[in-house]
């Protein structure tokens, strides 16, 4: 059989064309690692350095770890004060240390730091009076400390409003000249609520100059993080706002540092916002009147007190000859000084004035709030003249 002309075209040797280069993919630069950066083995021994993450310096560290020592005292504090009747309400941060104060300590002290009722220790390791950071929490009005003073925004327990508000101050910093950055501290949770998205959104088109932290502590009061999300790593969130992202070990204090330092430089240079997912835990449960037995297990708690960050840090720290039994001591004191000074202020009974409700609401108070203002003021006088 003769073959057809056709058949004759098939066998022959195919004429390759050029292969056309292959456009780079945009969203590389913008993907996390596969793999949280550690820089630190739970036990405390170094992994190799890298060049992408380079160590902070050593005398930043050893602030770091006084910082956390303090700061878990503050957060037993305060969760003992919830039990005198001292605080309505406390969230503890405890195994969330290397979190809480590498946040802080990678700003500058005109940056500008927008929390979340979780962030006390974060507050009190920037240097905010601690009583002043309890007074939200005590029932109080007003959120203690002044926040243009100390580039501070008021704890938000709305959950993720603060991202829409960072954006719009980091903005407004940059359009005024300034290269003031914004660090927003958010939960894992709160990263499934519009203003999340709503802000990383604006923040992207108008590069304004925002780090979006997300403490990702595995809960959202019960909601575990599969019930939450779908995605392999919350830092993948930023990719379709075109916003660069990564991950990192959330317990490991060195390489929360590193990575932040990167980030807040990102910011700070002009490039827009950066997005962190810190892979952390929360020791206690969400606040003093949750039952955490009801949503997880003990041995699962356990399980992450080998990851301790304290601990961690405190072991590299010795091994480098840079930490000895004088400076853990030194730092243990200043931390029982510190509990005992704010245990001893949380107990002197507050004065509120009634009338000081009225204060700040409107510029020119409206015609109703002038009336019920008289009206209380004219109850206070008649429980005095009761009184005498
Ligand atoms: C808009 C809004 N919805 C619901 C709540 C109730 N709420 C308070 S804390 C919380 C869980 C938040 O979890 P996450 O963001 O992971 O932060 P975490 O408490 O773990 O630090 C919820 C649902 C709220 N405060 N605000
Ligand atoms: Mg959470």
């Not at 920037?126 to 309890?134: A, C, M, N, S, Y």
């Not at 392999?232 to 075109?242: H, I, T």
């Not at 990192?248 to 002009?270: E, I, K, M, S």
């Not at 003093?288 to 840090?313: F, G, H, K, S």
């Amino acid at each position: 059989m003769t073959s057809t002309p056709q058949a004759v075209r098939r066998a022959s040797p195919r004429k390759r064309r050029p292969a056309t280069p292959a456009a780079p993919d945009p969203s590389a630069v913008l993907l996390p690692q596969a793999e949280p950066v550690r820089l630190l083995n739970p036990d405390g021994s170094p992994l190799p350095a890298r060049a992408d993450y380079p160590e902070p310096p050593v005398a930043a560290l050893r602030e770091m770890y006084r910082r956390m020592v303090v700061g878990r005292r503050f957060d037993a504090q305060a969760t003992a004060l919830t039990k005198q009747g001292r605080l309505a309400v406390y969230p503890s941060s405890r195994g969330q240390e290397a979190c809480q104060v590498g946040g802080v300590l990678a700003l500058r002290d005109d940056d500008w730091v927008f929390p979340t009722y979780r962030e006390s220790m974060a507050l009190t390791a920037r240097g905010i009076d601690p009583v002043e950071v309890l007074t939200l929490l005590r029932g109080d009005w007003h959120c203690g400390y002044d926040p243009a003073v100390r580039r501070t925004a008021p704890q938000c327990t709305p959950l993720a409003t603060q991202c829409v508000h960072a954006a719009g101050l980091a903005y407004g910093e940059s359009y005024q000249g300034r290269d003031t950055v914004a660090l927003v501290y958010i939960g894992d949770g709160a990263t499934s609520e519009g203003d999340f998205h709503e802000g990383v959104n604006f923040a992207a088109v108008f590069k304004a100059p925002v780090v979006y932290f997300v403490q990702n502590n595995r809960y959202a009061i019960s909601v575990p993080l599969s019930r939450q999300t779908a995605a392999p790593s919350l830092a993948y969130k930023g990719v379709g706002y075109g916003v660069p992202s990564e991950q990192v070990d959330g317990n490991d204090p060195v390489a929360v540092l590193a990575v932040l330092h990167r980030a807040v430089a990102h910011a700070r240079a002009g490039k827009g916002p950066f997005l962190v997912e810190a892979h952390t835990y929360r020791m206690e449960p969400h606040t003093n009147a949750d039952d955490q037995t009801r949503y997880r297990d003990a041995d699962e708690v356990e399980a992450w007190r080998d990851r301790d960050p304290i601990a961690r840090l405190e072991s590299y720290l010795r091994a480098r000859d840079v930490l000895d039994d004088a400076a853990v001591a030194e730092v243990a004191e200043q931390a029982e000084a510190y509990a005992a000074r704010l245990r001893e202020r949380m107990n002197a009974q507050p004065t509120v004035d009634p009338l000081s409700l009225f204060e700040h609401v409107y510029a020119q108070p409206t015609p109703q709030l002038v009336e019920q203002r008289e009206q209380v003021r004219a109850e206070l006088a008649a429980a005095r003249e009761g009184d005498a």
